[in-house]
Nanobody
Framework: QLQLVESGGDLVQPGGSLRLSCAAS????????IGWFRQAPGKEREGVSC????????KYADSVKGRFTISRDNAKNTVYLQMNSLEPEDTAIYYC??????????????WGQGTQVTVSS
């Protein structure tokens, strides 16, 4: 069974940057599309970005376009989410998930435990 572990969450000031990592446990990681989601207190979980298994297709939520970049290194079984120009509204628990296709909806089979991102001065 595929296991996902997120890391890189932290407390950062507005305008700052963070890079989240999603590391997978199986060598077949490159067969999966990976999505990043986030859930803020009192809000529903929302899709942030996703990347296809090959890395050839990416998608972003409108709220993060131009600020976040998703990438993957299949040799390291890892997907990254580079987050720049962070805003307080980006504060949330960030989750990565693995599935068959790159979509911003919750059509993923495997989920990580999440990493906390807090944007505050």
């Amino acid at each position: 069974q595929l296991q996902l572990v997120e890391s890189g969450g932290d407390l950062v000031q507005p305008g700052g940057s963070l890079r989240l990592s999603c590391a997978a446990s199986l060598f077949s990681f490159n067969a999966y599309a990976i999505g990043w989601f986030r859930q803020a207190p009192g809000k529903e979980r929302e899709g942030v970005s996703c990347i296809s298994s090959s890395g050839g297709m990416t998608k972003y939520a409108d709220s993060v376009k131009g600020r976040f970049t998703i990438s993957r290194d299949n040799a390291k079984n890892t997907v990254y989410l580079q987050m720049n120009s962070l805003e307080p509204e980006d504060t949330a628990i960030y989750y990565c998930a693995a599935g068959n296709i790159c979509v911003l909806g919750e059509a993923y089979t495997y989920w990580g435990q999440g990493t906390q991102v807090t944007v505050s001065s």
